[in-house]
């Protein structure tokens, strides 16, 4: 028996379908005026997702990516749109997907921003980035790529739904590379990968990547559908230091760790790890302040990850970006003072004022609204000094639909005596991982 095509054939059957998207929500009102506060607020990044069309179907993806929007923007109109970005005074703009390398004209786009003067970068899981569409993007100006690494190959194999589907990133990494195109990785830390980071850190400076972004994984799109994809918020404890101990290691072959917004908030390593961004470890969501977000069918939010019917806030086919920018009520919630909309653990957090609840995303898609973020470090650490810990539990399933997410609640209860003194003994650096459940006798973890 082939047990490689047995193992590919299990994986094609249980493959997530695409979903067919909708047209996206037009004609959304914008007020009429802005205000000083608007002008203020400059796009630094755009991040743009060119089509929704992919080639990979993967566990946990946000974005439900593999069919194109029945809307997404032709190419004269996208060149249109890079020129409005221009005039808004976006810096870099980032392109993604799906896969931005299957819009029909990602190079045009590529070369039309760089003339433009702004950066231009990619991000991709890099399974159809073979030779020649290396030396197109080289040759079209793409000044990096990030490529998507998920694990040790069967780990990444799996979350991406393709075996081979890991060996094809870092055939990815090295085609850029030898185009001269720098390469770069990126993980979303998630339950089935957290103890492999080391792992993934290795391959990926055999790889030659000049960063690494870290990420959690969110309770969006297909991950809402399997809960068991994410993270419980106790789970920091031992991923926060596992992070920094390959600090100092990246560190010294300059190989530069970039901490998601959605990773740490205020615990002990929050310096280590973020000491050389620009605002250091202070800093609240970025999104409509410093951050844009493009859709494949013009449609504008203030993040690109940010649920798609609650913040789009115009679309380009209808209104100039500046516009959209400046005066949709949408984009404008971190422009607003936010204080008033923490609610639960982080309205009485001692950090509440530079942190205002952390990610907008990973809170909304989690709980149905912003204000109240369970993934942090710092919450954790003041938990389990109490002896408490939170899980989540899905209590609503989602639609099904791009960027869409389901409901959850928090359920704050005693860690079991057994994982309690592996808690403590991992954060005071004795021990490097937690108990799982079922090691404690308490319950199967689902891994």
Known sequence: MNTKASATESVRHTLPLAPASAAGPRRLPLAEHSRPVDHQA????????????????????????????????????????????????????????????LHEGWTDIVRAIREHGMECTMVTGGRGMDGERARAAKDAGLMSVSVSIDGIEATHDALRGLVGSHAAALHAMGNLAREGVQVSANTQIGRRNRRELEAVFDTIASAGAHSWQLQLTVAAGRVADDPMLLLEPYHLLEVMPSIARIKPRADAIDLRIWPGNNLGYYGPYESLLRGHLPLGRKGSCAAGRAILGIESSGAVKACPSLPSATYVGGNVRENGLRDIWERAPALRFTRDPRIGELWGYCRGCYYADDCLGGCSWTAHALLGRRGNNPFCHHRALDLLRRGTRERVVRIEAPLGEPFDHGRFEIVEEPWPDAELERARAVVAGAEQWLLERWESGSGNDGL
């Open 42 to 101: 400059k796009p630094i990044n755009a991040v743009w997702e060119l089509t929704l069309r992919c080639d990979l179907a993967c566990r946990h993806c946000s974005s439900r990516a593999g069919r194109p929007r029945s809307d997404e923007l032709t190419t004269a109109e996208a060149l249109d749109v890079v020129r409005q970005m221009a005039d808004v005074g976006v810096l870099e703009v980032t392109l993604i997907g799906g896969e931005a390398y």
